[in-house]
């Protein structure tokens, strides 16, 4: 008997956040390779709007623009999270996709997640199953409930696996796929070492740390803020550190009147946030990077590069047992004692990469939705 050709598979692949993109852009980019098989949509919630946050990465990531924008934008989380619910039902119901692919871990994931189990849609959700432990980060909130209703649940790494299988997850919904931001990084690499970005910072020719610094808990407390930058004080003695600055880490600059101190600390640079490629070229050639953010623990493992994380606790514990990542949170000896370590050299080496962190993760995605 002839095996019935499989229809088209119609998948709705939500963006809202700067984190968001380059995890989306390869799927859609592989998606669009296999006509036959996918036809992949982009809504984009608006929960990240400004151009150096969110059109810069379409741009540089070749992303499509979006099919549907909800224009959300900023809000209380409550408000944020029910704009996102509330705008992108009305597109399913009259998209009617097959799947709906979340990626990560901000509110429009489990916005949008939320929707479709509520309209019996089939969501699929990239980068399942990361634990911080840590209850105080909307984050993590995010990512035990998207993963408690998603259907298929791709995981970058084996410990995913495991927290999952214990939070009661039925194995056959979970797929280790690896990690997909590092098939970004792998196919944007050299258009990222061609920019001219060191040169157009000044930074050519010399050594630099980079940092970046956006969660709540470091930002928008004063206590743990200044305890930071007491540590950012001592390391641009030694190695000038450039800031690309989030909007959220400005604008508690000023409300916290520490604009003056940022800007009394010598060869700490803060600039505007920049587009992927300019933050991938700096990123690979830095002495050391600081940040709190998840996805650039995964990026300097991959690319062998020491990263200090100013944060308790990792949901990314892969690239500390195999990566360059150390985890030191916000006490100022410990940060620096770290970014010691990194400029006289003992700062730890990556082992080796995490297994499936080759590039291929859209494709072994893309494989599993069309055997689903
Ligand atoms: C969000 C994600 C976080 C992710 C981060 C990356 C949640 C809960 N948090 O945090 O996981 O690591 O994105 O950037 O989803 N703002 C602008 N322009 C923008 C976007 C934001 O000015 O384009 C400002 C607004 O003042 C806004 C604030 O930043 O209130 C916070 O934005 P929001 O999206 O709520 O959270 P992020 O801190 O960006």
């Given at each position: 008997m002839m095996q019935a050709e499989r229809p088209i598979l119609k998948v709705i692949n939500v963006v809202g956040a700067r984190p968001n993109f380059m995890k989306v852009a390869p799927i859609v980019a592989a998606m669009r390779r296999r006509p036959a098989k996918f036809l992949p949509l982009v809504v984009h919630t608006g929960q990240h709007y400004d151009a150096a946050m969110s059109d810069s990465f379409f741009r540089d990531l070749e992303?499509?623009?979006?099919?549907?924008?909800?224009?959300?934008?900023?809000?209380s989380h409550a408000a944020q999270t029910a704009a996102v619910m509330e705008s992108f039902e009305p597109v399913v119901l009259s998209e009617k996709p097959d799947w709906v692919l979340v990626v990560g871990d901000v509110n429009s994931t489990i916005a949008c997640a939320l929707v479709c189990v509520k309209l019996g849609v089939k969501v699929a959700h990239v980068?399942?199953?990361?634990?911080?432990?840590?209850?105080?980060?909307p984050e993590e909130i995010n990512r035990l409930l998207t993963d408690q209703i998603a259907d298929l649940l791709f995981t970058p790494s084996h410990d995913a696996d495991e927290n999952l299988l214990a939070e009661?997850?039925?194995?056959?919904?979970?797929?280790?796929?690896?990690?997909v931001m590092i098939d970004s990084l792998q196919q944007n690499l050299t258009a990222a070492r061609a920019q001219h970005t060191r040169e157009r910072l000044n930074l050519s020719g010399i050594d630099y740390a980079l940092l970046t610094l956006h969660r709540p808990s470091n930002v928008d407390l004063r206590e743990s803020f200044e305890r930071i930058l007491d540590a950012l004080e001592a390391i641009a003695a030694k190695l000038p550190i450039l800031f690309p600055v989030h909007p959220r880490t400005r604008k508690t600059i000023s409300e916290l009147g520490l604009n003056e101190r940022v800007e009394s600390i010598k060869d700490l640079r803060t600039v505007e946030p920049l587009g992927y490629l300019d933050f991938l070229n700096l990123s690979s050639d830095a002495r050391l990077v600081l940040t709190d953010s998840g996805g650039i623990q995964e990026e300097t493992t991959a690319l062998g590069i020491p990263c200090v994380t100013l944060?308790?606790?990792?949901?990314?514990?892969i690239t500390v047992e195999m990566g360059t990542n150390v985890v030191v949170g916000t006490d100022t000896t410990k940060i620096i004692a770290a970014a010691n370590a990194a400029l006289n050299g003992s700062a730890k080496k990556a082992l080796?990469?995490?297994?499936?962190?080759?590039?291929?993760t859209s494709e072994r995605i893309l494989d599993a939705l069309e055997s689903f």
């Open positions: 992303l499509p623009q979006p099919d549907t924008h909800l224009g959300v934008g900023s809000g980068e399942a199953g990361l634990r911080s432990r840590d209850r105080s980060m009661g997850i039925p194995r056959e919904r979970i797929r280790f796929v690896g990690n944060r308790e606790n990792t949901e990314r514990p080796r990469q995490p297994p499936l962190w080759d590039g291929q």
